[in-house]
């Protein structure tokens, strides 16, 4: 069979994938079983899907389209079809997916009779006018952008020079310039990504307009329902708009090596920036009587002792813990060129897996000092302590048992393929920063199972702050383990192409800087992991069943 007929269903492998691990998660995670739908829940499923298509949105990796490196061995060039398209389908393509699983994932109705509804829902009735008008003028002006790379032509790139101080000294790069190819080329590729997303958007918000209605929920939380999520869908395609009008920016800032050293700022990043900032501030409506869902509250006991201090330190403890991962990665921002240096000397694994590392440790130390606040403030050692039956749920464990599983072997054939390869020891740096992390999650452990007991607490409640910390321990190594084997898989893609095959899948050129397969499975692995980083405390544990009520007595 061609080369041409196989790649093509390749390329929707990685897609297929990630859509099927999205509809999981928000079918049978999100929506925990015996779960009912109420005001509480549907807008937990919305505030989700809103997440995850925001996660999904990002157009990080494609932001040098087109742009020539200076450093040939650099890897990652998106100039050419095989680069470019999975690049902008990943971001465009994976947040209407999302937002249109969305819809299809809400259950469906258990009532013998279903009540007709006969008005017609048209799109108008439930778009956000506002929000609708500044997406619209977001798009125009990302379309400008495009078209104006239209009319830029290319430029070949200026390789650097090599120095050396002497003939037995150390010898680095000098100088150099990075080029572009020619600008109609990119602007065919960015405008057809923007008309791409475009028609997405009017599908979806014709799919969330027409989806039937919800019978536990009456007409006007029906409608505000449809509001909420056209509200999420529309911020999320607004900074996926405003990111392809960046990329079209660092293609036109880009200055010609042949006019000598200049210096060049990119002025739509800013304007990138603040539309993702708006985007963040444009709040959803909420639902009448919509407070705390189901999977979000946690145990009977916890519950009993809501007012309880140790309680609300421990429940303050979830914003904090999204800070401390937040430093470190705000961090490899500012780092990012340090990073892509290293990267070009062959370290790229010390820098991506260096920062997954930074920021589970930093969650770990957090949870560590919340046990030991914990037991500084409200230990006594009167008190009785105790254990919970159950300190991690099936469904973690299992996550975590998997992730480890796929760390192993990604971990294995890496280091297959870099021996065939004779390459550097690529796969060290996952294993001992993922090692560090692993030490690191014990003393969190063992402060946990060694914490004294709350006096005055309520039945249970100290067993389930126990419950949470080890969650929270295992949650963290779970994606942690997940995350480290996408960074294996993107960084080290040819070593699983020596075991694999590359001719098998329509490359054949070895001096190919990568291999796509890898990349795109690194990519769903990067997914899955912040998915599973950012899975409520009780969101994997089934709902204690009711309590059998009493049996009357029935006097003859």
């Known amino acids: 069979m061609p080369v041409q007929f196989i790649v093509p269903p390749l390329l929707l492998l990685g897609p297929l994938l990630a859509a099927v691990v999205v509809y999981m998660v928000l079918r049978w995670v999100i929506w925990a079983p015996n779960t009912g739908t109420t005001p509480a829940s549907v807008s937990e499923h919305a505030l989700w899907v809103g997440v995850i298509g925001w996660l999904a949105s990002s157009l990080q990796g494609a932001m040098n389209l087109g742009i020539i490196p200076a450093n040939p061995s650099a890897g990652g060039t998106l100039t050419s079809t095989e680069t ?13 997916t999302v937002h249109a699983l969305g819809q299809i994932t809400y259950p469906g109705p258990r009532r ?20 609708a008008l500044t997406t619209a003028a977001i798009f125009l002006t990302a379309a400008a952008a495009i078209a104006q790379t239209a009319t830029l032509p290319g430029f070949a790139a200026v390789a650097p020079t090599t120095v050396r101080d002497g003939p037995n000294s150390y010898s680095y790069y000098s100088g150099g310039a990075d080029g572009r190819i020619p600008g109609p080329e ?41 509001t909420i999520a056209m509200n999420r869908l529309l911020r999320t395609v ?4 405003a990111g392809l009008g960046v ?25 990138g920036t603040v539309v993702l900032f708006v985007m963040w501030w444009w709040r959803p409506p909420r639902i009448a009587a919509a407070g705390l869902g189901v999977q979000n509250r946690p145990e009977a006991g916890l519950a009993a002792g809501r007012q309880h201090p140790a309680a609300r330190l421990v429940s303050s403890l979830g914003a904090l813990l999204g800070l401390a991962a937040a430093v470190p990665l705000i961090a490899g921002t500012f780092l990012a060129q340090a990073v892509a240096a ?44 105790s254990w919970p039956r159950q300190p991690v749920s ?30 550097g020891l690529g796969w060290v740096p996952s294993t001992l920063l993922t090692a560090a992390v692993c030490a690191v999650s014990l003393p969190a452990l063992a402060a946990a199972r060694r914490r004294q007991g709350i006096p005055d607490a309520p039945a249970g409640l100290d067993a389930a702050l126990r419950a949470i910390t080890v969650h929270r321990v295992v949650r963290t190594l779970a994606a942690t383990l997940t995350a480290q084997a996408g960074v294996l898989l993107l960084t080290q893609s040819n070593a699983w192409a020596a075991v694999l095959g590359r001719e098998a899948f329509g490359w054949t050129d070895p001096a190919e800087a990568s291999w796509w397969p890898a990349i795109a499975a690194g990519a769903v692995l990067g997914v899955v992991a912040t998915v599973i980083a950012v899975i409520p405390v009780r969101a994997l544990a089934r709902p204690a069943p009711a309590p059998p009520l009493p049996r009357k007595e029935v006097s003859a």
């Open 186 to 226: 990119v602007a065919g590729w960015l405008g057809g990504a923007l008309l791409v997303l475009a028609g997405g958007t009017w599908l979806v918000l014709w799919l969330i307009a027409s989806r039937r209605q919800l019978e536990s929920l009456d007409a006007a939380d029906n409608a505000v329902l449809r």
């Open 84 to 96: 470019i398209l999975p690049a902008l389908a990943w971001s465009v393509l994976g947040c209407l």
């Open 247 to 271: 990329i079209a920016g660092n293609f036109a800032a880009r200055p010609d090596p042949a006019q000598g050293a200049v210096s060049w700022t990119n002025p739509a990043a800013l304007a």
């Open 394 to 423: 099936p469904a973690l464990l299992a996550t975590a048992v998997l992730s480890l599983l796929v760390f192993l072997v990604v971990l294995l054939v890496t280091a297959a393929g870099q021996a065939r390869l004779g390459e």
């Open 342 to 385: 290293a990267a070009s000397y062959g370290f790229a694994g010390f820098g991506y897996a260096g920062i997954l590392t930074l920021m589970a440790t930093a969650v770990l130390l957090v949870i560590t000092a919340g046990e030991l606040l914990l037991q500084h403030n409200y230990g006594s050692p009167e008190a009785r302590r």
């Open 112 to 131: 013998m009779r279903r009540q007709a509804v006969l008005s017609v829902r048209r799109i108008r009735d439930f778009l956000p006018r506002r929000l």
């Open 238 to 241: 607004s900074t996926v708009a």
